[in-house]
């Protein structure tokens, strides 16, 4: 979660958004057919939104280690509350954007489910979500509708139902994140590629969907956290150096 957070703002809040895989390779086939499937088998599972589990109190002193260790005692507290309200947000689109602009004085990503959902199953090309109570949301199968570009800074793979019925969730967006490899996803849902295209613009501005397997164990949570921590602070101390 580097690049869009670098485009949102400045030094310390470079940080955000952006564990991003590095394995992701525009040149690895022709279409991206054959990652985007393996994709699907890879993230099989349930997950719910990453950052309300992560910044519970109990995991304060995981954010705390790395942030003084890299800034020091008397910065390092205050760099890592910035680092845990960066994503945690609760605002996109047209009130995002009233509320950040173009986000070049700073911004708080969205990274919650939205339009009811509470949690999203995938199931090989089936995907699926639930409400707070447990009542599905939404069901469809998707097949692969090629790669997208979220404003130039990230790249994914689009899946698209076509099932009628799906309103905002016609597509699926979905950047390389895997459990195994960043210990989370990132991906948008809507009913626009173009719209979901766009970062700072738009219906879905400001928002990109962190989630976590709701069978997450304290290692996972602890190297989610120890990651996110640790990317960002590298960004952040590579700035300041510049």
């Keep these: 979660m580097k690049r869009l957070i670098r485009k949102l703002v400045p030094f310390v809040l470079v940080l955000a958004l952006l564990m991003s895989c590095s394995a992701f390779a525009l040149g690895e086939a022709a279409d991206g057919a054959d990652e985007a499937a393996k994709l699907l088998e890879d993230i099989k599972g349930t997950y719910e939104p990453l ?23 008397e910065a390092g507290p205050a760099v890592a509350e910035m680092l845990k309200a960066a994503c945690s947000g609760t605002i996109y689109g047209q009130e995002a954007i009233d509320a950040y602009g173009d986000g070049s004085n700073g911004a708080q990503f969205d990274c919650l489910f939205i339009n009811g959902v509470s949690t999203i199953t995938f199931d ?18 998707y ?15 689009l899946y698209e139902t076509a099932d009628a019925d799906a309103g905002e ?74």
């Excluded at 995991?59 to 005692?73: F, T």
């Excluded at 097949?143 to 793979?157: D, F, I, N, Q, V």
């Design 169 to 242: 969730f016609r597509y699926f967006y979905m950047m390389s994140d895997t459990p195994a490899t960043t210990y989370h996803l990132e991906f948008r849902y809507g009913s626009s590629k173009e719209d979901l295209a766009k970062y700072n613009e738009g219906p879905y501005a400001y928002w990109l969907v962190a989630g976590f397997p709701v069978d997450a164990d304290e290692a996972m949570i602890k190297n989610v956290i120890t990651l996110f921590c640790e990317e960002n602070l590298a960004e952040a101390q590579a700035e300041g150096a510049a």
């Design 51 to 73: 950052f309300p589990v992560i910044t519970r109190p109990e995991y304060d002193q995981i954010w705390l280690d790395p942030c003084v260790a890299a800034m020091g005692e």
């Design 124 to 141: 090989g090309s089936k995907i699926s979500g639930k409400d707070e109570n447990g009542k599905e949301v939404f069901s469809h199968e």
């Design 143 to 157: 097949t692969y509708a090629g790669k997208l570009s979220l404003a130039g800074l990230m790249e994914g793979y």
